[in-house]
């Protein structure tokens, strides 16, 4: 069982940045792709960056691609996600998920998720 916490959301003003990080229990982290997701307010979850097991490899999505970086750090059981020239459109919960072998896209490849962290961004 891995459990998975977020930290790092806050409100910005638009073309601001911040740093989501999201903290994992277990001894098995390193064992995992991870990724990121985020819904926004009357919209489904979609996803938004994965890296694999080793960090040597990313995936994002279109949207954010070019502003966001994602990232791990193995000894420390931590992913985190940098997000620079922020859009009021990027404002959601964002939440942080893992279990899975490979990176994907899809929710349902993933079997762990954090509690999610609100990210704000105002024009």
């Known amino acids: 069982q891995v459990q998975l916490v977020e930290s790092g959301g806050g409100l910005v003003q638009a073309g601001g940045s911040l740093r989501l990080s999201c903290a994992a229990s277990g001894r098995t982290f390193s064992s995992y792709a991870m990724g990121w997701f985020r819904q926004a307010p009357g919209k489904e979850r979609e996803f938004v960056a994965t890296i694999t097991r080793s960090g040597s490899s990313t995936y994002y999505a279109d949207s954010v691609k070019g502003r966001f970086t994602i990232s791990r750090d193995n000894a420390k059981n931590t992913v985190d996600l940098q997000m620079n020239s922020l859009k009021p459109e990027d404002t959601a919960v964002y939440y942080c998920?893992?279990?899975?072998?490979?990176?994907?896209?899809?929710?349902?490849?993933?079997?762990?998720w954090g509690q999610g962290t609100q990210v704000t961004v105002s024009s």
């Open positions: 998920a893992g279990g899975t072998l490979v990176t994907g896209t899809r929710q349902n490849q993933y079997r762990y």
